[in-house]
């Protein structure tokens, strides 16, 4: 059997996460239109902060939920040096219990592709929809599935510098699985400093991928009402070449 929660490799570095991704923002302008000040709201697989520490400097009574431990302790550390007072909460996103109704939750970073099989997914919107009050919302976004990508073998090299100033070749390989729609992406990643090789690491993850009119049922069949759906975080219109597809959807009653 499958387990999402053994599915976390790609997070091993909490610091060099922060340091890849921290800077992104583009999903912050959309929540925030949606979000309510003095109603609280939560945010799912939240990782080390990046969207729940800005909302809480702008006022917003928000709760950060991640099932890992390492992520957390860096949000938390980069609230104390902050000077803010923010509940984060380790908890599976299928199985919450934190003692709050929410007017929005939301989750981005396509983490709603870490939700592998079908009972993941009815368990993580039956989860949220009990942690919502009556028509509060629920913001998530995930991966478009475009068929003439994931119908080949991807193999491609990516370069950077990282945190500490070396320099880092990937080599990745993504290969899906049109049974159980699932991408199975293995990276092994090579750090160079001044020319030599100092540290060699593998690590995968496995993505679901999920169709528009099987996400239309499935939201309607948890108790969810669809209310937006854009293409990508600028709120473009979805057509088959959108890189997302990003959902605001209501509790129905």
């Not at 160079?192 to 528009?212: F, H, K, M, N, V």
């Not at 975080?233 to 605001?248: G, K």
């Amino acid at each position: 059997m499958i387990n999402q929660n053994e599915n976390l490799e790609k997070y091993a570095d909490p610091e060099m996460y922060d340091y890849l991704y921290e800077g992104y923002q583009k999903d912050l302008h959309t929540i925030l239109k949606w979000a309510k000040q003095d109603e609280p709201i939560v945010e799912l697989a939240c990782g080390t902060g990046r969207l729940t520490i800005p909302m809480a400097q702008k006022g917003f009574r928000i709760i950060g939920v991640d099932l890992h431990e390492g992520m957390l302790k860096r949000a938390r550390q980069k609230a104390e040096e902050l000077d803010l007072s923010i509940e984060f909460v380790q908890q599976d996103c299928t199985q919450l219990d934190i003692p709050v109704k929410a007017s929005l939750a939301f989750m981005t970073g396509n983490s709603f592709q870490h939700f592998l099989t079908n009972e993941a997914q009815n368990a993580l919107l039956q989860s949220v929809r009990k942690h919502l009050i009556e028509d509060g919302f629920f913001i998530f976004d995930t991966r478009n599935p475009i068929l003439q990508e994931l119908s080949v073998v991807d193999e491609y090299e990516e370069k950077f510098v990282d945190k500490d100033g070396n320099q880092v070749i990937e080599s990745s390989r993504d290969k899906y699985d049109h049974l159980t729609q699932i991408l199975d992406c293995q990276t092994n990643r090579k750090v160079y400093r001044d020319g030599t090789l100092i540290a060699e690491s593998q690590d995968g993850i496995l993505l679901r991928y999920s169709y528009p009119q099987e996400m239309n049922r499935l939201l309607q069949e948890n108790g969810f009402e669809i209310v937006q759906v854009y293409g990508d975080w600028d709120e473009n219109a979805l057509h088959a070449r959108s890189v997302s597809m990003v959902y605001v959807v209501k509790r129905q009653m």
